[in-house]
């Protein structure tokens, strides 16, 4: 071990927080090492004074904090033990009084308990006048008696002051004025509906020539009369022998081909969709109110009429179909000389001309099957053209496609421009 560093006390000064040592010799073999091998050894001795000086200060340190841990625990030891002490002692005294026999406490509860149990033996005892029951109870059946009778007056229907019935009113009240409203606003749809429907069938209107339905009709019927010297007359407005407006048209046959009789048959018009059933009573009433041998409806459309051909006979009654857009007249045109046949048929007047029905009845089926024929035929035009007009339009996208497709192989070949 080194010899401790020995030097006068005069030769260590210390002032302002500043250490002055004079002529200092260290024999110390780990500090004169070190200092040989430091760069500079003026701060290398510093360095060990400073190190010493932290190493001595952290040993006391630690001596403090030991004494002070063993000063704590036994000032631990004492405070528990004088806890357990005093905790023994109320321990003790509380048993003395809880005790079951002979505690204080117990000894005071019990008295009071008795106490309490003779005084609820007369409050609770019915046959006792001072009893809380017997005092209470007369007012408790008065009570109920009386709120029974609020009760029934809030919900009875009879009372004036009732609620339910003050609410019944204002409800019936209501709901009146609400079912007043809505008849109201039924009987305005109903006659709107009628209306419509009125409109639709007499003032509707054809797309080809921005005339009424049966004016379209008429001026058809004034060419197909012509040859024969019919005359047809639009009767829509007028009451007829049955005191009703059934039957828009009324065509008179030349009298010199029915004997000079007076032989007329009915035409319907009609622009909107009607049941079979429907069309053919109505046909009924117009036969009758115009005197007619015959009756036909005519509807403004295929889809409009009950039939799925554009020309069909029900007795002396027909259904024709005149084209929307009045190009195609020969539904009705077909329907004209079998009506005019029937009326000639049925006429009981001597003719002039014999008239030879089996041939005008083939000539008829032969008109009603090249009628259907054509419509046949024309119906896979149409299914033809939606085909063709379809392929032109894949045509005109493929062609777009192309020209699309050329269009950018030019771009490229020009550097992408």
């Not at 005069?10 to 073999?29: P, Q």
């Not at 050894?41 to 030991?66: H, S, Y």
């Not at 704590?72 to 009084?97: G, K, P, Q, Y």
Request: hydrophobic share 40%.
């Amino acid at each position: 071990m080194a010899e401790p560093l020995k030097f006068p006390k005069s030769l260590v000064t210390c002032n302002d927080d500043v250490l002055r040592i004079s002529e200092l010799v260290v024999v110390d073999r780990d500090v004169v090492a070190h200092v040989q091998n430091a760069t500079d050894p003026a701060d290398a001795v510093v360095e060990c004074l400073a190190l010493g000086a932290r190493a001595i200060r952290a040993a006391q340190a630690g001596i403090d904090e030991t004494t002070v841990t063993a000063s704590f625990d036994s000032m631990t030891t004492t405070f528990r033990a004088n806890v357990d002490a005093a905790v023994a002692e109320i321990n003790s005294a509380a048993m003395s009084l809880l005790d079951p026999e002979n505690g204080s406490m117990t000894q005071a509860l019990d008295a009071q308990k008795r106490e309490l149990v003779q005084l609820l033996e007369i409050a609770t005892d019915p046959d006792s006048a001072r009893s809380i029951a017997s005092q209470i109870s007369p007012h408790l059946d008065r009570m109920g008696r009386d709120q029974m009778e609020r009760l029934r007056a809030l919900v009875s229907l009879d009372s004036d002051g009732s609620p339910l019935r003050a609410l019944g009113q204002g409800l019936e009240k209501r709901l009146a004025g609400e079912l007043r409203s809505m008849r109201e606003e039924i009987n305005r749809i109903a006659e709107s509906v009628s209306v419509k429907e009125a409109v639709a069938e007499v003032i509707e209107l054809s797309p080809a020539k921005g005339v009424a339905f049966e004016d379209t009709i008429h001026e058809v019927l004034l060419t197909l009369a012509a040859p024969h010297g019919d005359l047809p007359e639009q009767t829509g407005t007028d009451v007829g022998s049955a005191g009703s407006k059934k039957g828009d048209e009324v065509i008179t046959l030349n009298p010199a081909d029915v004997g000079g009789s007076t032989v007329r048959f009915v035409l319907e018009a009609k622009a909107r969709k009607l049941g079979l059933r429907n069309i053919l009573d109505e046909l009924d009433q117009a036969l009758d109110n115009r005197d007619a041998s015959a009756a036909i409806a005519v509807f403004r459309g295929q889809d409009l009429a009950p039939t799925s051909v554009p020309f069909h006979t029900f007795g002396n009654k027909a259904i024709a179909v005149l084209d929307k857009d009045c190009e195609d007249d020969a539904a009705l045109r077909v329907a004209y000389m079998w009506a005019r046949w029937v009326a000639q048929r049925d006429c009981t007047a001597p003719q002039q001309t014999e008239i030879d029905a089996e041939q005008v009845c083939v000539a008829i089926d032969d008109a009603v099957r090249a009628l259907e024929a054509e419509r046949t035929i024309k119906r896979s035009h149409t299914q033809a053209r939606n085909a063709i007009d379809t392929a032109a339009e894949h045509v005109a996208t493929l062609r777009r496609e192309v020209e699309s497709a050329l269009d950018r192989a030019s771009r490229a070949m020009r550097g992408g421009e």
